[in-house]
């Protein structure tokens, strides 16, 4: 059947009329920004910073007042308030085109775009303000750019007036040894990082940019990521009135925020790979294993560990944690009448750093097997496994003839105890294993053994230890350190 020109036309309208339709229905459901390819920027009247909310607790905040007090100033001015699910109770926001709530958190009824806060800044320029803080002098966020483009720092901040005013930190972050380093700033009011309530600036590029560019705490998360990327702040003589009502009132408010708050940093800090905060004046926060934990990484594969691969060492709440099972164990050994040495990697490390090898993972103790029944915890290994008045696991290694302590029974961390005796005046065992340090050796280094610095106690070593070592590892060991197994992974990178 042929159609006629009035039934074509008439097929083509109802054709354009209904794409035209889902276009529009189409258009309607997606988040402003992402209608466009790539930001949109503001014209050149226009607000050239998006304020963007993010320190906030729902259950008591300042909010509506902060959003207010910057759209005094100006009407226009583009605010998001960034939450990862829907705030309770609501937060009482003006129902208007320029003041957004992003929520971060990937819903099943909603676009990817819409869980990312990118997607609600068109601006050039993005003023991090935290919860409590309110605009009061008109112009403070035009200076703040100006400073941002006229000096070399990637960020600025002015200080909020609060209880808690930002103050100038230095931050040396070391994701090789899972640590972060703060310190007071000799160079402020340029410095890495910041402690305290601020309003922070930066071009939206950058902190798009980073991997966690709204993480929590954000003050916490922004600077760790900054400092590792060489970015200074510049802190402004330009404070930021606080709020008129501040959040968290009163003492319930608070110990529920700061317990929050703790839970919070912790979570990040772990998932960001930081094991260690050092403060100035020695103070230390440990985020990694213990007791009471599993340790930091899994089963070890050709004697390298998985950290390894990721460019990292041994993370530092282990290394502490082998520090003190070894102190242990030979005080234990010690007391016992034990006679025991350094062993393979461990006395490796004594002679090159007086402490465990930094990417290694265990320690190890020869023993004489002769007295092994002079110490408690080692026979009550052989009959199976003990675990000590202390939390300590004594036990037989499932591998072959030799002994284990473990850290606890949840935490793995461990001292192989290897029983050598001597036959014709050289020492052996009855369990080898495919090591290359793993090899007979004359008694003659134990006749006698000196006293060796170690892992921050005095150990016992075979006397002649360099001799020692090159025998099990090859000439100029101490001087040329490499990864366990260089076959798989090589400290070079060859």
Not at 28 to 33: I, K, T
Not at 54 to 83: G, T
Not at 249 to 256: L, V
Request: contains cysteine; neutral net charge; hydrophobic residues 40%.
């Amino acid at each position: 059947m042929r159609l006629t020109r009035c039934q074509a036309a008439l097929a083509a309208a109802i054709t354009l009329n209904l794409l035209v339709l889902f276009y529009f229905s189409w258009l309607q459901h997606q988040p402003r920004n992402s209608r466009a390819r790539g930001p949109r920027r503001a014209s050149a009247t226009g607000p050239r910073v998006t304020i963007l909310v993010r320190e906030f607790e729902a259950f008591d905040n300042a909010v509506p007042e902060l959003v207010d007090s910057f759209l005094q100033q100006d009407p226009a001015q583009p605010v998001v308030v960034a939450a990862d699910t829907l705030p309770y109770p609501p937060l009482a926001l003006p129902r208007i085109p320029n003041v957004r709530l992003a929520l971060l958190q990937p819903a099943l009824d909603r676009p990817a775009a819409a869980s990312r806060p990118e997607t609600y800044v068109a601006t050039e320029f993005v003023a991090l303000v935290p919860d409590g803080a309110r605009a009061e002098s008109p112009g403070q966020l035009e200076h703040m750019v100006e400073a941002l483009k006229g000096g070399s720092a990637r960020l600025v901040a002015a200080p909020v007036s609060t209880t808690n005013p930002a103050r100038c930190l230095t931050l040396n972050v070391s994701l090789r040894e899972w640590t972060a380093r703060y310190g007071p700033a000799a160079t402020a009011p340029r410095c890495d990082a910041l402690d305290g309530d601020a309003v922070v600036l930066l071009r939206a590029r950058d902190l798009f940019n980073l991997s966690a560019p709204l993480a929590r705490p954000v003050g916490t998360s922004l600077f760790l990521q900054t400092s590792l990327r060489g970015w200074a702040v510049q802190l402004l003589d330009l404070p930021f009135a606080s709020a008129r009502q501040p959040p968290l009132a009163t003492a319930h408010a608070r110990w529920k925020a700061e317990r929050e708050g703790r839970a919070r940093r912790a979570s990040l800090l772990r998932a960001l790979g930081i094991r260690l905060v050092s403060w100035e004046g020695g103070r230390l926060e440990w985020f990694g294993c213990s007791k009471e934990s599993t340790r930091c990484f899994g089963t070890v594969v050709g004697d390298t560990p998985a950290y390894l691969y990721e460019e990292r060492w041994t993370p530092p709440c282990c290394l502490r944690a082998l520090r003190e099972t070894a102190r242990y164990v030979v005080g234990v050994l010690e007391a016992a009448g034990v006679r025991y040495w350094l062993e393979g990697g461990s006395l490796l490390g004594a002679a090159r750093h007086g402490d465990i090898i930094p990417w290694d993972y265990d320690v190890d103790l020869g023993i004489y097997l002769e007295d092994v029944g002079n110490c408690e915890q080692l026979r009550g290994a052989e009959a199976g496994s003990v675990v000590d008045e202390r939390g300590f696991v004594w036990e037989k290694a499932i591998e072959g003839d030799f002994f284990r302590v473990q850290y606890s029974e949840s935490n793995h961390l461990h001292v192989d105890l290897w029983p050598f005796y001597p036959r014709n005046g050289v020492m052996t065992k009855d369990t080898w294993l495919d090591h290359r340090q793993d090899v007979e050796f004359p008694e003659h280094f134990l006749q006698p053994l000196v006293p060796l610095p170690f892992a921050g106690f005095v150990a016992q070593a075979p006397n002649n230890y360099r001799r020692f070592l090159e025998l099990k590892f090859g000439p100029g060991v101490i001087e040329n350190p490499e990864y366990p197994n260089p076959a798989l992974l090589s400290l070079t990178g060859g």
